[in-house]
């Protein structure tokens, strides 16, 4: 079965960084986009970044651009999430999400979803 791990989450200063991965099984990793999305308490899931199946093309929520990367190692089943000059409003659950077709910010068109990490953004 498919299985999402992320994983790299903490608590972290603000201005300070993160690097979030998420190692993916059970599927062909180079066959799907990854998307990374988040959730804070009382929010709804929003989109934070994607990346397609060869890493070509990425898309970023305004909220984050300039500040976040997301990059894939295929070789490793793996999609990172590199997370600078983070802020108090950074803080949520960070999940990752496949998705077998291009990139999306649209949280309902993914297959399949992690568990997800915690990332804390201490003022």
């Known amino acids: 079965q498919v299985q999402l791990v992320e994983s790299g989450g903490g608590l972290v200063q603000a201005g300070g960084s993160l690097r979030l991965s998420c190692a993916a099984s059970?599927?062909?990793?180079?066959?799907?986009?990854m998307g990374w999305f988040r959730q804070a308490p009382g929010k709804e899931r929003e989109f934070v970044a994607a990346?397609?199946?060869?890493?070509?093309?990425?898309s970023y929520a305004d909220s984050v651009k300039g500040r976040f990367t997301i990059s894939r190692d295929n070789a490793k089943n793996t999609v990172y999430l590199h997370m600078n000059s983070l802020k108090p409003e950074d803080t949520a659950a960070y999940f990752c999400?496949?998705?077998?077709?291009?990139?999306?910010?649209?949280?309902?068109?993914?297959?399949?979803w992690g568990q997800g990490t915690q990332v804390t953004v201490s003022s």
């Open positions: 990346i397609n199946w060869s890493g070509s093309s990425t």
């Open positions: 059970g599927l062909t990793f180079s066959s799907y986009a």
């Open positions: 999400a496949s998705r077998y077709r291009g990139v999306s910010s649209a949280r309902t068109l993914y297959d399949y």
